[in-house]
Nanobody, 125 residues
């Protein structure tokens, strides 16, 4: 079973920076797409950034030019570098991975969607 563990969240002042990490582990898998979502209190979860297997990136309009998504394949880790943070960036940030994974119980390969537990980012003076 693939597990995702996020880290790097915290409290930062407006204009500051944070780097989130997402470590994928467990089982046998190939990552196709890695993404970061966020959910602010009282709001729906929204897509922040994605990076595909070939390195193509996409960003939400609200974070373009401030956030950078990247990945380190040998380390099975993805990153979200967040600069020039604003109070409206405050949210729980979730890592999402779409992977082609081997399921031990059924001895089969398939496409699966995995989520991390989330990490809180608070931007406040």
């Amino acid at each position: 079973q693939v597990q995702l563990v996020e880290s790097g969240g915290g409290l930062v002042q407006p204009g500051g920076s944070l780097r989130l990490s997402c470590l994928a582990s467990g089982g046998i898998f190939n990552i196709n797409t890695m993404a970061w979502y966020r959910q602010a209190p009282g709001k729906q979860r929204e897509l922040v950034a994605t990076i595909t297997k070939d390195g193509t990136t996409n960003y939400a309009v609200s974070v373009k030019g401030r956030f950078t998504i990247s990945k380190d394949i040998p380390k099975y880790t993805g990153y979200l570098q967040m600069n020039s943070l604003r109070p409206e960036d405050t949210a729980v940030y979730y890592c999402n991975v779409k992977a082609f994974a081997f399921v031990q119980s059924s001895q089969t390969w398939g496409d699966y969607d995995y989520w991390g537990q989330g990490t809180q980012v608070t931007v406040s003076a």
